[in-house]
């Protein structure tokens, strides 16, 4: 089997009303996308999604006539392809999809056939007053999810504790709720100082006292001594970071310094599925958790569900869910069903081959850009 093309959509759905995402200084009014397809010569297209796929034009020539089941070799070009250009992980995503469709197995199965169900959380994306807050829970709580992730920015730290408190008061034991600091990455242009550490421990400690499942990003990625020392102060609260961290040496360097509670590397955005797998491995004979990012579309989401279900995940999978501004409608435009939890809070495997993909090719062409 060869590889004969690999071709490229680009979509943008224009959204109205407007999302207005905590790490992004304005609203979103489109959400972009990018579908990768790899071609054979025996009739089998992988597809994958996830990152912008900028620039891959210029190292097509690298993967176009090899055996696309030579993975192994295709992960070591894509990171030296990287070195040079975006992160074109949606390639491996294609390309493990067509190994599952090879092979007739969801992906899944491939990494280790774990679980075939996910306990997910609903992962906010908006920045929302406490009454907002609650008003959103509750619609959590209904669709079925058993916890939830609240975003507190930097600028309205009193504010987001509210929010937490307010979530937490409202329901109690019957929902676990995460907190996400957003400290570890930012958006281009963003040159704002972190929260330095003094201040992280006193906003950490507060959240103790309510509770919170994990505390994610709330420093700098830099700060290697900083993420152990929350750890050690706060033995009741799960640290979590690690989604956008590039470098598989410095996340090993994190694994050996032991200094996570939750490893939530995103398989598509951060260091690929291949990668991600063997992270995820290392850190649960640590007895530490991989909870990877997904905030993508549902292609990514469903990426990171694979090897997630492969090595057995948790103790949560995220899943982007923030009615009414971020829905699986809105996400996953582009698919022929939205990627849903079901009425326990699970995201199950497909088990259809490969991914279990399925394109709505009206909306790829209504959405289509240049």
């Known amino acids: 089997m060869k590889i004969t093309d690999i071709t490229l959509d680009r979509l943008r ?16 009014r489109h959400f972009d996308a990018t579908i990768v397809r790899v071609h054979t010569d025996e009739g089998i297209t992988g597809i994958g999604s996830g990152d912008t796929m900028d620039g891959f034009e210029a190292f097509r020539h690298l993967f176009v006539g090899q055996d696309p089941l030579e993975i192994s070799r295709h992960v070591r070009a894509i990171e030296t392809a990287n070195f040079h250009g975006g992160h074109y992980w949606p390639l491996e995503v294609a390309l493990w999809d067509i190994i599952g ?18 306990p997910a959380y609903a992962s906010s994306g908006e920045l929302k007053s406490p009454r907002e807050r609650v008003a959103t829970a509750h619609l959590v709580r209904e669709a079925g999810f058993r916890a939830m992730k609240i975003r507190i920015d930097r600028d309205r730290v009193r ?19 995460m907190v ?11 040159t704002a100082g972190a929260t330095d550490l003094a201040r992280t421990r006193a906003i950490i400690a507060e959240l103790a006292d309510l509770g919170v499942f994990w505390v994610e990003e709330p420093l700098p990625y830099a700060d290697l001594d900083g993420f152990k020392r929350l750890r050690a ?16 040496t410095e996340l090993l360097r994190y694994l050996e310094e032991d200094a996570l509670d939750v490893y939530q590397m995103d398989v598509v955005l951060a260091v690929g599925m291949q990668r991600a797998r063997t992270l995820a491995e290392l850190a649960q004979l640590k007895h530490r958790h ?20 492969g090595v057995g995940g948790g103790p949560y999978f995220e899943f982007p869910f923030d009615p009414p501004g971020w829905t699986p409608e809105r996400r996953d435009f582009m698919l022929a069903e939205p990627v849903r939890v079901d009425a326990d809070g699970c995201v199950a495997v497909p088990d259809a081959p490969g991914l279990g993909v399925e394109l709505d090719e009206e909306a790829v062409e ?4 240049g």
């Open 13 to 28: 759905l224009e959204l109205d009303p407007p999302f207005h995402a905590a790490w992004d200084p304005v609203p979103r």
């Open 101 to 118: 469709k090879v092979h007739g197995r969801p992906v899944a199965e491939l990494f280790g056939n774990a679980t075939k169900r996910l």
């Open 159 to 177: 504010e987001g504790i509210e929010a937490v408190r307010a979530v937490r008061t409202e329901f109690g034991d019957d929902l676990d709720v």
């Open 180 to 190: 996400d600091l957003n400290q570890s990455w930012r958006m281009a242009g963003d």
């Open 233 to 248: 102060e706060n033995p009741g609260v799960r640290i979590a970071a690690g989604e956008m961290q590039h470098s598989t």
């Open 290 to 309: 991989f909870t990877p990012h997904s905030w993508t579309n549902g292609i990514g989401v469903l990426a990171n569900v694979h090897v997630a279900a």
């Open 366 to 369: 209504r959405w289509r850009v």
